[in-house]
T-cell receptor
């Protein structure tokens, strides 16, 4: 079993729709949960982090954490073509030593 | 402010040769991390420096890999001798401390032929 698993995708949604990205993790001791966005050939960029159970909203992005189910998700509302990228789920004790999932490729088509 | 800079952006070397990758963290960032992504796999942690000291090198694959951060500024990751399975993208990240965001560089794509 992989430590961090993401739905493999690719995920394709129309512009304006909600994109839902999912991630499960195996280490119950994990405390910090991150979503990175990576455009092709670019560096991973942190877009959301969450520590507590529940939802965390930032603009069009909502991260959801359920520690009992060991599940993290990212919702992108009103998806835009510029949101097309690979989304990486990462889990860790702190910000630095992270365990990543393989990533989900998201394509938002006009 | 300059971000995390990695050199070179691409490197193609023959099996058995030596390659040195360099990472310049954001100025003032004491924490520096190396990660690697091999083809088809997830990004994996290699090691963590706090200033010039290795805090955690649990992810280093074997003794062909040597990381240094003399003076606590830039870091190098040397692979000697390189093997085919070392091909991948090597990322460096830095953070002010362990409780703040780590910023990633664009990576060095290493191809061993």
């Amino acid at each position: 079993q992989k430590e961090v698993e993401q739905n493999s995708g690719p995920l394709s949604v129309p512009e304006g729709a909600i994109a839902s990205l999912n991630c499960t993790y195996s280490d119950r001791g994990s405390q910090s949960f991150f979503w990175y966005r990576q455009y092709s050939g670019k560096s991973p960029e942190l877009i959301m982090f969450i520590y507590s159970n529940g939802d965390k909203e930032d603009g069009r992005f909502t991260a959801q954490l359920n520690k009992a189910s060991q599940y993290v998700s990212l919702l992108i509302r009103d998806s835009q073509p510029s949101d097309s990228a690979t989304y990486l789920c990462a889990v860790g004790v702190s910000y630095g030593k992270l365990t990543f999932g393989q990533g989900t490729i998201l394509t938002v088509h006009p | 402010e300059a971000g995390v800079t990695q050199f070179p952006s691409h490197s193609v070397i023959e099996k058995g040769q030596t390659v040195t990758l360099r990472c310049d963290p954001i100025s003032g960032h004491d924490n520096l991390y190396w990660y690697r992504r091999v083809m088809g796999k997830e990004i994996k942690f290699l090691l963590h420096f706090v200033k010039e000291s290795k805090q955690d090198e649990s992810g280093m694959p074997n003794n062909r890999f040597l990381a240094e951060r003399t003076g606590g500024t830039y870091s190098t990751l040397k692979v000697q001798p390189a093997e085919l399975e070392d091909s991948g993208v090597y990322f460096c990240a830095s953070s002010l401390d362990m409780n703040t965001e780590a910023f990633f560089g664009q990576g060095t794509r290493l191809t061993v032929v």
